[in-house]
Nanobody
Framework: QVQLQESGGGLAQAGGSLRLSCAASGRTVSSWSMGWFRQAPGKGREFVAAIAGSGGITSHADSVKGRFTVSRDNTKNSVYLQMNRLKFEDTAVYYC?????????????????WGQGTQVTVSS
């Protein structure tokens, strides 16, 4: 069993930055695929970014490409989402996800483990 704990959310102004962290516990996830998803009020969950088990392959949604960067530190069993140039429409609950298959995964249905989420609010 893997537990995921997100942190780093909060309130930011448009144009500002936040860095989300996701710490995994219960087992080592260094070879696992890790992803970030978000859900805004009244909307469905959407893919934000993912990183393969190798750490060398990443994917970002078009809406965040060039502004957000996913990374991982396997020595800390953690994955991160650096969010720059935040926009009002980035306001959402952000979720970390993990799955044992190490290839890059961009669909929520491909992930077996999820964190509780962290709120990101961007003021315009």
């Amino acid at each position: 069993q893997v537990q995921l704990q997100e942190s780093g959310g909060g309130l930011a102004q448009a144009g500002g930055s936040l860095r989300l962290s996701c710490a995994a516990s219960g087992r080592t996830v260094s070879s696992w695929s890790m992803g970030w998803f978000r859900q805004a009020p009244g909307k469905g969950r959407e893919f934000v970014a993912a990183i393969a088990g190798s750490g060398g392959i990443t994917s970002h949604a078009d809406s965040v490409k060039g502004r957000f960067t996913v990374s991982r530190d396997n020595t800390k069993n953690s994955v991160y989402l650096q969010m720059n140039r935040l926009k009002f429409e980035d306001t959402a609950v952000y979720y970390c996800a993990a799955d044992g298959g190490g290839w890059l995964k961009v669909r929520g249905s491909e992930y077996a483990y999820w964190g509780q989420g962290t709120q990101v609010t961007v003021s315009s």
